[in-house]
């Protein structure tokens, strides 16, 4: 952060200046004394400096404004009470020591990690069990890709809106569908055992990125593989489990990761069904997800302070979870260079 | 049963060959039940996965009274829906609002991450991986972490209730957008932009006028990513807007969803609801059905870098 702050106030106002500064300290070059034995910091490596500065200046000003003051901004606000008016009030660690005591937090949380627990495991099979059977076709693939990938293009307020309709539990199309086999469907979006797999069937809807990534790395397992298989009587559920399976491990790794920490900020859908006010309020507890309730801390309650501070928990979060992931993922994951060497 | 005649044929070719036709025969038809049940689960799930949208398109030209009766016809098919929709609510207005801000949003992103990317792939700096570490490690930063300092910015800057934190923050490029066009500018051969310096041309010119039009396919996939990813947007909109009038789409859904959604004390016209949802899903899927080739490798792409 702190380099990339001095390359940008060297960059803005005058770069002959950093020139200058830097050959009149060539002791600070040092480091970099490797490299330059193979490239002279002559007039044209400045010059390429200088332009290279030049292209990347918007990134710096907006690294800079607004992502690493804000980063700042926003820790230092997890300390304090603001409400919007008047000036932060510093509170220690009372957001925190409150965010452990909040109810609310733990709720939201516990829906959240629920949540995340059902959908990722249903997607990662639902769209690799549909990539497998489109991986199959020679012809009319791309149809079919394009019917799978369509739902993705709805904006969440109208897959919400859609589902909130299809999922009445009184004369919704699911229920209505279930009666003629002679079941009798559930509450989907009032009963508080039922919101969870009523969010996980509205995003499965959603998942045809998910499909097309392994479709992708469906079609980059080699075809020997599976004719040597065959060749030596595997059975297609022994290639698949240890061909495919090996082969498309990292699509699923970076799946997995992708799908876990979008489903921790999942909001738009959430707020529309029971984030507006008056809306659903008799499942108020089991639909509290946590970026539901950031927001209503921060722009409802303004409370900017203790929102601050749960925005750190849930990223605080997100690391330790993709950590381990990564952690677990790199035992699980089959590298094509790593088991050769 | 279809495999007989063919089976039979064998046979009475030569005794000789019976038992192997029998052999054979067997996992034949054990193919084609195969065959049929591999495509009825394609169609079926495909079916499925369409029919919220059929749901959704019957339920558009259905009178009031019917829009939950499930028909796939509608009984009494209307255009009423899509003439009132736009009486009940400044939906026109949305419309303007959700596609000048889509606009502005895709193009400043794509000119300001494709000059950066340009940037990192193109010329030798000093930190220059770190830099683009940090880049990288941006890309993963959560948002919520940012949201409310930025939100303070643009509150000091005057800008609440406009338009601008919609898509100002794209004129300083986007993380994933310049991860993805760098990896693309890395492909172009060297030598091209050698010959062209030789040739006089300036560093802009290099960026101008050969990484630019070279990239063509990376910049339109980006352009519309984030066309889409802009059209769908509720958070920011539902932070910087209060004026109905500067609404977008899916902020103007989410408040006629309230206003006629009896749960929430509305008035229970779900037609309406149905064909706004409707209606502002259509040009994501014209954008979708022109752009295909864009979205599908923009997707494959990622996960292929990751």
């Known amino acids: ?146 019917v799978y990938y369509l739902p993705v293009m709805a904006p969440g307020v109208a897959v919400a809106v859609l589902f909130s309709l299809l999922l009445n539990g009184n004369y919704g199309l699911v229920n209505r569908a279930l009666e003629l086999v002679g079941i009798r469907g559930p509450q989907w979006l009032t009963d508080p055992a039922w919101i969870k797999p009523s969010i996980v069937l509205m995003s499965l809807w959603g998942l045809g990125g998910a499909i097309v990534i392994f479709l992708a790395a469906l079609s980059g397992v080699p075809r020997e593989l599976y004719e040597a298989a065959e060749m030596d009587g595997a059975s297609a559920w022994r290639r698949f489990r240890s061909i495919t399976l090996p082969m498309i491990s990292g699509a699923m790794f970076f799946q997995v990761i992708v799908l876990t920490i979008a489903a921790m900020q999942l909001f738009d859908k959430i707020f529309v069904l029971f984030g507006n006010p008056g809306a659903q309020t008799s499942a108020s507890d089991a639909s509290l997800f946590f970026v539901l309730y950031l927001f209503q801390q921060a722009f409802q309650q303004l409370k900017m302070g203790y929102a601050s501070a749960l925005a750190w928990l849930l990223f605080l979060i997100i690391v330790v979870i993709t950590a381990i992931q990564v952690k677990v993922g790199n035992k699980l994951v089959y590298y094509e260079g790593g088991s050769t060497s | 049963m279809s495999a007989i005649p063919l089976a039979g044929g064998t046979v009475a070719v030569g005794e000789a060959l019976a038992p192997a036709a029998v052999g054979s025969r067997e996992p034949r038809r054990r193919n084609r039940t195969a065959q049929i049940v591999y495509w009825a689960a394609l169609l079926g799930l495909a079916a499925l996965f369409l029919y919220p949208f059929a749901w959704l398109i019957s339920a558009s030209f259905k009178p009031r009274a019917e829009v939950f009766d499930n028909r796939l016809i509608p009984l009494n098919p209307t255009l009423d829906n899509f003439v009132q929709v736009w009486n009940v609510a400044p939906m026109l207005t949305w419309f303007a609002n959700s596609a000048m801000v889509a606009v502005l949003a895709a193009a400043t992103v794509t000119v300001s991450s494709a000059m950066v990317a340009f940037g990192f792939a193109y010329f030798r700096f000093p930190l220059r991986n770190l830099m683009f570490g940090l880049v ?171």
Not at chain 2, 258 to 271: M, S, Y
Request: hydrophobic share 50%; glycine share 8%; with cysteine.
């Open chain 2, 136 to 306: 990288l490690a941006t890309m993963m930063l959560p948002g919520m972490v940012t949201m409310i300092p930025v939100f303070l910015i643009w509150k000091d800057l005057g800008a609440l209730n406009t338009r601008l934190p919609l898509w100002g923050t794209n004129l300083f490029g986007s993380p994933f957008y310049i991860f993805l066009l760098r990896q693309f500018f890395l492909t172009l051969p060297r030598e091209l932009f050698d010959a062209a310096r030789i040739d006089g041309c300036s560093n802009f010119g290099l960026f101008r006028r050969i990484a630019v039009p070279l990239s063509r396919p990376a910049l339109i996939m980006v352009f519309v990513f984030e066309i889409q990813a802009s059209w769908n947007d509720l958070l920011k909109p539902l932070i910087y807007l209060r004026d109905v009038n500067l609404y977008t789409i899916p902020l103007g859904l989410n408040s006629l969803f309230v206003k006629f959604n009896p749960v929430a004390g509305g008035e229970g016209d779900f037609q309406y609801i149905v064909t706004a949802a409707l209606l502002s899903t259509v040009p994501m899927v014209v954008i979708f059905a022109v752009c295909q080739r864009y979205f599908v490798d923009g997707i494959a792409a990622t996960a292929r870098q990751g």
């Open chain 1, 1 to 146: 952060m702190s380099s990339a702050a001095a390359s940008a106030a060297a960059a803005s106002p005058a770069p002959a200046d950093r020139s200058t500064h830097a050959d009149a300290h060539p002791g600070d070059d040092t480091a970099r004394g490797g490299r330059r034995q193979r490239r002279p910091p002559g007039r044209h490596q400045r010059s390429e400096t200088r332009a290279a500065l030049l292209f990347l200046s918007p990134w710096i000003v907006g690294f800079l404004v607004f992502t690493a003051v804000p980063m700042v901004w926003s820790l230092y606000l997890s300390f304090t009470d603001y409400g919007l008016l008047g000036e932060p009030v510093a509170v220690g660690l009372r957001n925190y020591q409150r965010m452990m005591s909040d109810p609310k937090v733990a709720t939201a949380l516990g829906n959240t990690f629920v949540y995340a627990a059902l959908y990722v495991p249903c997607a990662i099979i639902v769209s690799l069990g549909l990539a497998l059977l489109l991986h199959r076709l020679i012809r009319g693939a791309g149809f079919f890709r394009t």
